[in-house]
């Protein structure tokens, strides 16, 4: 639609259709947490179905705080699989983040579990043979163990651009925190953290049910299966 001179008015552009094509994964898994959302607690980690973000599950990820500033990647979908050329689950979420930026990572990893708050990150590939240019955005939302304590995590993450030689690693653009639970405060600068001086990576033990729940949760991989994300569903 053209206005008086023959300027544009009311268009939009191919690019930002483009854009909101690409971001639309994130936006799934962020309208599907917040549709879980409490107003004084986040989601809890049993509360997730993949049913409910069906269409962003290669996109999708579950993660698991194992210190202050680092969280383990528990499920991911095959979209993160491909750009790291492995399979990751099992592997710390810091590992998509080049060195020289892990450690502005790791103050936003604290704020998402302590505040709680959500994080987005724009991110852009690094560079080098075979290793096109590659853009990407995360976000990612904090969750409740069982137990209650923010100490998971459910995160997404797009690309644009040829992955080309893998693994790809990320500089971090921009970071952006903001509350998580409406009404709460967060500070501009987060408390500096000591860490461990040895991290493992444990995975937590087994839980045995007589039943099946109700509502389907994520799957963790078994060892030795796909660290994919997967439907599952119970027809008893």
Known sequence: ????????????????????RRLAPLRQ????????????????????????????????????????????????????????????????????IAPTDRERFGEAVTRLFADPAIVRLDLAAEGGFGKPD?????????LRSDFGDQTRALGALVSQGRIGRTPRRFTLRHVEVTPALSGKEISAVPAPVKQPETQTLQEEPARFVSRPPATPPLAEPAKGSQGHLRLVVSND
């Open 1 to 20: 639609m053209l206005g008086k001179g023959g300027k544009g008015k009311g268009i939009v552009s191919m690019t930002e259709r483009e854009k909101m």
């Open 29 to 96: 898994v962020e309208a599907y947490w917040h549709g879980l959302c409490a107003k004084d607690a986040v989601p809890m980690r049993s509360q997730i179905d993949p049913r409910g973000m069906e269409d962003a599950l290669e996109n999708a990820f579950l993660m698991e705080r194992i210190a202050a500033s680092m969280a383990k990647i528990r499920v991911a979908g095959t979209h993160l699989n491909d750009i790291m050329g492995m399979q990751i689950a099992g592997m710390p979420l810091s590992c998509l």
């Open 134 to 142: 590659l853009e990407a955005h995360m976000i990612l939302l904090p």
